[in-house]
C-alpha cells in the first residue's frame, strides 16, 4: 500500500521561502516519478511541479517557473519542493502525487494516481 506523506508547511511571509517534504512508502520509490500539486479555497487542485523516475526530467507550472525547485533523494524515499519568492498568491494545500505506473518520464496526472493528505502553506503580504 502506497503511503505519501507531506511536511513542511506553514506560515511564510511575502519573498520568503519554505521548503516542502513528501516521504514515500510502500513500494520501490525509485521506479517512479512524484509530482507537487495545489489548491486555494474554492478553486481546482492546479499542478505546480512533477520529476521523472530518474530525476532527469523536471516539468513546473508557468506561475511558479525560476522559483519553485522539485528534487528528489532516492535513498530517503522523499521527494522535495523548495519554494522561495514566495507570493501570497502561492497560498494553497500543497499536496504530493506518485504516479501509479512506473519508468515514466512526462507523466498525464490523474486522480487515478497516489495522492497525500496535503500540508497547508499561507503566504502573507
Known amino acids: 500500500q502506497v503511503q505519501l506523506v507531506e511536511s513542511g508547511g506553514g506560515l511564510a511571509q511575502a519573498g520568503g521561502s519554505l521548503r516542502l517534504s513528501c516521504a514515500a512508502s510502500?513500494?520501490?520509490?525509485?521506479?517512479?516519478?512524484m509530482g507537487w500539486f495545489r489548491q486555494a479555497p474554492g478553486k481546482e487542485r492546479d499542478f505546480v511541479a512533477a520529476i521523472s523516475w530518474r530525476g532527469s526530467y523536471t516539468r513546473y507550472a508557468a506561475s511558479v517557473k525560476g522559483r519553485f525547485t522539485i528534487s528528489r533523494d532516492n535513498a530517503k524515499n522523499t521527494v522535495y519542493l523548495q519554494m522561495n519568492s514566495l507570493k501570497p498568491e502561492d497560498t494553497a494545500v500543497y499536496y504530493c502525487a506518485a504516479d501509479r505506473n512506473p519508468y515514466t518520464e512526462d507523466h498525464s496526472w490523474s486522480a487515478n494516481d497516489y495522492w497525500g493528505q496535503g500540508t497547508q502553506v499561507t503566504v502573507s503580504s
Open positions: 510502500g513500494r520501490t520509490f525509485s521506479y517512479y516519478a
